[in-house]
C-alpha cells in the first residue's frame, strides 16, 4: 500500500515559467512533509518542508501548499531554472510513528527545464 | 554538501554473498536511518538507529540488520542477498535536538547483485 503518492512521472516546463508538482498522501497520522531533489549520483537533497499546522511555507522560488482535508500537496517552483532539472520527492513523517524520524517518500517526479 | 558519506560507491555481489555497507554522518547527528532505493522507485526506510539501538524498522527481512557507533558511524549487513537486494541504498543521519524532520542524505552506495 503506498501512502504517499505522487502520479506525474514526469513535467517539462520552459526556463521562467512555474513548475507545479504533486503530492497526494493517504495516512492521517503524516503530520509533516517535505520536499527533496536529487541529482543523479547524489543522495536526496533537502529542499523545503510544512507543518500539519500550516498551508502554505515559502522559501525563495519554493512554495509549498498543504491541503489537509484532501490529503495533498504542491511545490511551487517559481520562476525555473535549467539547475532546477532533477527528480523531486514528496515526503511524509509522523510524530507518532515508533521511528519518529521515518521518512515515506513518493516515487518521484522528474523535472525538466527547458532553456 | 551535507557532511554525510558513505562507502564504497559501487559494489557487486553474488547472489547468497553478504555485504557491509557503510555511513559516517557529522558529529552531533544521533540518528541516523537507511533507505533502500530501487531503480525508478522513492527510497524506502529499512531502519534507524538512536544511540547505537534500532528504534524503528519498516517492511524488511531479519537479514538485513544494522550497527552504529559511537562515533557517528554506521553499518548496514544484509546477509544472504537476492537478485532483489539490487538497489542505491542511502543513509541519512538528523541532528539531536531539532524540532524539524530533516533528515541529511549521503550519496548513496549502488549494490548490483548478480
Known amino acids: 500500500d503506498q501512502q504517499v503518492k505522487q502520479n506525474s512521472p514526469s513535467l517539462s516546463v520552459q526556463e521562467g515559467r512555474i513548475s507545479i508538482l504533486n503530492c497526494d498522501y493517504t495516512n492521517s497520522m503524516f503530520d509533516y512533509f517535505l520536499w527533496y531533489k536529487k541529482y543523479p549520483a547524489e543522495g536526496p537533497t533537502f529542499l523545503i518542508s510544512?507543518?500539519?499546522?500550516?498551508d502554505k511555507n515559502e522559501d525563495g522560488r519554493f512554495t509549498v501548499f498543504l491541503n489537509k482535508s484532501a490529503k495533498h500537496l504542491s511545490l511551487h517552483i517559481v520562476p525555473s531554472q535549467p539547475g532546477d532539472s532533477a527528480v523531486y520527492f514528496c515526503a511524509a513523517s509522523s510524530l507518532m510513528a515508533a521511528a519518529g524520524n521515518k521518512l515515506t517518500f513518493g516515487g518521484g517526479t522528474r523535472v525538466l527545464v527547458k532553456p | 554538501e551535507t557532511g554525510v558519506t558513505q562507502s564504497p560507491t559501487h559494489l557487486i555481489k553474488t547472489r547468497g554473498q553478504q555485504v557491509t555497507l557503510r555511513c559516517s554522518s557529522q558529529?552531533?547527528?544521533?540518528?541516523v536511518s537507511w533507505y533502500q532505493q530501487a531503480l525508478g522507485q522513492g527510497p524506502q526506510f529499512i531502519f534507524q538507529y538512536y544511540r547505537e539501538e534500532e528504534n524503528g524498522r519498516g517492511n524488511f527481512p531479519p537479514r538485513f540488520s544494522g550497527l552504529q557507533f559511537p562515533n557517528y558511524s554506521s553499518e548496514l549487513n544484509v546477509n544472504a542477498l537476492e537478485l532483489d537486494d539490487s538497489a542505491l541504498y542511502l543513509c541519512?543521519?538528523?541532528?539531536?535536538?531539532?524540532?524539524?524532520?530533516?533528515?541529511?542524505f549521503g550519496p548513496g552506495t549502488r549494490l548490483t547483485v548478480t
Open positions: 510544512i507543518s500539519s499546522i500550516k
Open positions: 541519512a543521519s538528523r541532528p539531536t535536538g531539532t524540532r524539524s524532520y530533516e533528515q541529511y
Open positions: 558529529s552531533g547527528h544521533n540518528t
